[in-house]
């Protein structure tokens, strides 16, 4: 049974970092493209980032130059490090791994807030 869990929200000021971490398992096929989503309250879920196997990203323009995604492939990881924070970037951030299929995390809040 495939896993995918997010890890690493939680309550930062303005300005400030995070790094968010989604580890899978149970994939027996090889992992594709890893990436990461969120959803803010009321609003549509939109792609930030995302990464392939290759190790090519490419970023949302409203998180690029702030965010940056990584992977280790032996562990079936992908990071997310989010610095320069800002109060939009509130929401519930989902991991997505796809490897012969699309496979979700059940999400991490992220809350930027004073």
């Known amino acids: 049974q495939v896993h995918v869990v997010e890890s690493g929200g939680g309550l930062v000021q303005p300005g400030g970092s995070l790094k968010l971490s989604c580890a899978a398992s149970g994939i027996i096929f090889s992992i594709d493209t890893m990436g990461w989503y969120r959803q803010a309250p009321g609003k549509q879920r939109e792609w930030v980032a995302r990464?392939?196997?290759?190790?090519?990203?490419n970023y949302a323009d409203s998180v690029k130059g702030r965010f940056t995604i990584s992977r280790v492939n032996a562990k079936m990881t992908v990071y997310l490090q989010m610095n320069s924070l800002k109060a939009e970037d509130t929401a519930v951030y989902y991991c997505k791994v796809s490897a012969m299929g699309e496979y979700w995390g059940q999400g991490t809040q992220v809350t930027v807030s004073s």
């Open positions: 990464i392939t196997s290759g190790g090519s990203t």
